[in-house]
């Protein structure tokens, strides 16, 4: 089994729409990761999340919001989804050791706002 | 601004010969550098790193050389295998913040002929 799963791995939505994107992870990671990645661009980071009462806002957090459900899972909502927040949507964890561990990423969500 | 560069979108090698992939950073605080290898429809996965107090780490094939002076990294793949046909993201991070937030560059498409 994949140790960090996404739900959907792809997802069409209309303008407006709200929608949540769900990782979980068997790792037994505390930090918790989202990314998106558009053509041409690398990924970059929209939240992230230490533990369960520490959420942190990233390079492009406006348009977002998370929830740390338990140490596992870490949820992506778009509360009013709009068309150029169609990407690919990555989530990833680390270990609380350092900040230069290795972060394991999930399989990503393709998300397409119409 | 693009604080990770990886200014070749693409680049293609004959099976056995050297890959080599280049990075530029502007941010003087990096002290640690990641490459990702990504593989269609799958999450980016770690593959090599080194801290700013090297100039070189390698492990197997792969070796990864870092400039500080010029801001400069390189990623080398020798021998190169077509398995080795990914896209190669060059991240940077300022590892004594120990926030973990990694800085993506574009990325690289290599192919590699058989």
């Known amino acids: 089994d994949a140790d960090v799963t996404q739900t959907p791995r792809n997802r069409i939505t209309k303008t407006g729409k709200r929608i949540m994107l769900e990782c979980s992870q068997t790792?037994?990671?505390?930090?918790m990761y989202w990314y998106r990645q558009d053509p041409g661009l690398g990924l970059r980071l929209i939240y992230y999340s230490f533990d369960v009462k520490d959420i942190n806002k990233g390079e492009i957090s406006d348009g977002y919001s998370v929830s740390r459900q338990a140490q596992a899972k870490f949820s992506l909502s778009l509360e009013s989804a709009i068309p150029n927040q169609t990407a690919l949507y990555f989530c990833?964890?680390?270990?609380?050791?350092?900040?230069?561990?290795?972060?394991?990423f999930g399989p990503g969500t393709r998300l397409t706002v119409l | 601004d693009q604080q990770v560069k990886q200014n070749s979108p693409s680049l293609s090698v004959q099976e056995g010969r050297i890959s080599i992939l280049n990075c530029d950073y502007t941010n003087s605080m990096f002290d640690y550098f990641l490459w990702y290898k990504k593989y269609p429809a799958e999450g980016p996965t770690f593959l090599i790193s080194i801290s700013s107090i090297k100039d070189k780490n390698e492990d197997g094939r792969f070796t990864v050389f870092l400039n500080k002076s010029a801001k400069h990294l390189s990623l080398h793949i020798v021998p190169s295998q077509p398995g080795d046909s990914a896209v190669y993201f060059c991240?940077?991070?300022?590892?004594?913040?120990?926030?973990?937030?990694?800085?993506f560059g574009q990325g690289t498409t290599l192919q590699v002929k058989p």
């Open positions: 991240t940077a991070t300022v590892g004594s913040s120990n926030t973990g937030k990694l800085i």
């Open positions: 990833a964890t680390s270990d609380v050791g350092r900040g230069t561990d290795t972060q394991y």
């Open positions: 790792k037994g990671h505390d930090r």
